[in-house]
């Protein structure tokens, strides 16, 4: 599978590998919510997991923490580790459990700590490049583009 984090080629995820590959990506990546930029990065990383759209972490830079929370409870990846559960508030509009952060990340994947992945169903809109992405199940944080090949 060619590294796709500035082109548009078809990916499969029977393609990607488990255990998970962390790729840095250049994507134009946005996420929006009630009228505001919550999140928006060209310097993030990408999770790749066989049959799981790709998860998006953005670095806390890149993150409008104003508008991020924590959250109650964890959530644990049997290979990245324990990640917080994030909520989003901007005005009067809340969204709960709609991002998650890795703050001591498996030392696989110590580039993550930190950085947000949000749940795109749970926000108005999410973007790849432009694209608006479609929302994996709302038990999964990975983004949908129109390049990947989800059997």
């Known amino acids: 599978m060619a590294n796709t984090s500035t082109n548009g080629a078809l990916e499969s995820v029977l393609n990607y590998p488990t ?66 559960r994030l909520s989003v508030r901007v005005g009067s509009r809340f969204s709960e459990h709609a991002a998650l952060m890795y703050p001591e990340p498996d030392h696989s994947y110590i580039a993550l700590r930190d950085c947000v992945a949000f749940y795109a169903g749970r926000m108005d ?21 129109r390049n990947l090949i989800i059997p």
């Open 19 to 84: 255990p998970p590959k962390l790729e840095r990506t250049s994507r134009h990546l946005k996420v929006e919510f009630a009228g505001e930029i919550v999140a928006e990065t060209r310097n993030s990383f990408r999770v790749l997991q066989t049959n799981h759209p790709p998860v998006y972490f953005f670095p806390p830079d890149d993150v409008r923490r104003e508008y991020v929370v924590v959250g109650t409870g964890e959530v644990h990846c049997e290979w990245l580790g324990d990640a917080l």
């Open 125 to 145: 809109r999410c973007y790849v490049n432009g694209e608006r992405v479609i929302p994996a199940p709302p038990h999964m944080a990975g983004w949908i583009t």
